[in-house]
């Protein structure tokens, strides 16, 4: 058996960096909780570094360090420090003192390098896919597609409801209450292929069924908003 030393070697990390021109904790929670709203899965237990290069007086660190981790970051350290004051200060608190690689060729250093700071790219939220029944909806059903759009492979019977945050598809003859944009998507629609419904909604803003067009009973429709009132066209 081969027996290998303990080794210290050089790595880059993908790490994001705050960077903030004020100690002020309200802000700076507020800017973590957008970002772990776009993808809480990303930035869970996430590695953070603070550039403090634009703060005039040194920042609590202890209470830094907290409000981080109370959401779900990890705070390694800080970079763009001033001055010695506040390296002495994030030290004490625990953190690390970290350069760029600008600042590592003004000022060469005689231990190793630390690993290069690599700032993340902006994550898109994440997709949600949309839900599919495949079958009928029957009478007294209820589907909702929470934080998506509904596909449904069937029709949906009299006295069944199907409601989903974004756009509602019926690949059948849609006979209940379709509700699209449940929580305010003024931009959902609903395509069913043969329209006899007894009620559409889109954010909010509903039909019955006693208001429908004659000419566009029982034919495939597009139903969206338009000046904030329904509109119905046969899909050619």
Known sequence: MVERDNELKGTTFTISVLHISDGKPERIRQLLAAKVAQAPQFFNCAPLVINVERLTEIPD?????????????????????QNE??????????????????????????????????????????????????GPVRSGQQLYAAGTSLVVLGSVSPGAEVIADDSIHI??????????????????????????????????????????????????????????????????
């Open 61 to 81: 660190f202890e209470q830094l360090k907290e409000l981080v981790e109370s959401e779900d970051f990890v705070l390694v350290g800080i970079t763009g420090a």
């Open 85 to 134: 004051a506040m390296k002495t200060a994030a030290k004490a608190a625990g953190l690390a003192v970290m350069a760029s690689g600008k600042s590592r060729k003004a000022e060469p250093q005689p231990e190793p390098a630390p690993a290069p700071i690599v700032e993340a790219k902006p994550v898109p939220a994440p997709v949600i896919a949309s839900k599919v029944h495949v």
């Open 171 to 236: 690949y059948g003859t849609l006979r209940g209450r379709a509700i699209a944009g449940a929580k305010g998507n003024s931009q959902a629609r609903i395509y069913c292929q043969q329209l006899q419904a007894e009620l559409l909604s889109i954010a909010g803003t509903f039909q019955l069924s006693d208001a429908l067009p004659a000419g566009l009973i029982q034919q495939p429709v597009h139903v969206r908003l338009d000046n904030e009132q329904l509109r119905i066209d046969r899909i050619k």
